[in-house]
Nanobody, 125 residues
């Protein structure tokens, strides 16, 4: 599966934005998907993940209550809604996919097999 992330940009602290990740292929519903981010000089970190059906989700503590992951399997797309953004959210955001059984929600970088190219989110304070 190929992944294409988009929706990043420059926003101010407190603003919201939505990232999208479009997948190729009709087998998208067989993949759990996740969002990760990498800030300058830091390692890539987990943000959120969703099971292949959308029934299970998991969030990093740093974004819980502010970010929401969702998916539309009919559109082969996974979304990340980012609310109450702050400067610490500035990073390149990557989507990833892993072929999984129904309820699995992978949260580790090395669990994922496919990665998108990343989209930059910059939050000015």
């Amino acid at each position: 599966v190929q992944l294409q992330a988009c929706g990043g940009g420059l926003v101010q602290s407190g603003d919201s934005m939505r990232l999208s990740c479009a997948a190729s292929g009709r087998t998208f519903s067989m993949y759990a998907t996740g969002w990760f981010r990498q800030a300058p000089g830091k390692e890539r970190e987990f943000v959120a993940a969703i099971s292949r059906s959308g029934g299970s989700t998991h969030y990093a503590d740093s974004v819980k209550g502010r970010f929401t992951i969702s998916r539309d399997n009919a559109k082969y797309t996974v979304y990340l809604q980012l609310n109450s953004l702050n400067a610490e959210d500035t990073a390149v955001y990557y989507c990833a996919a892993k072929r999984s059984i129904l309820t699995v929600v992978p949260i580790n970088t090395d669990e994922y097999d496919y990665w998108g190219q990343g989209t930059l989110v910059t939050v000015s304070s």
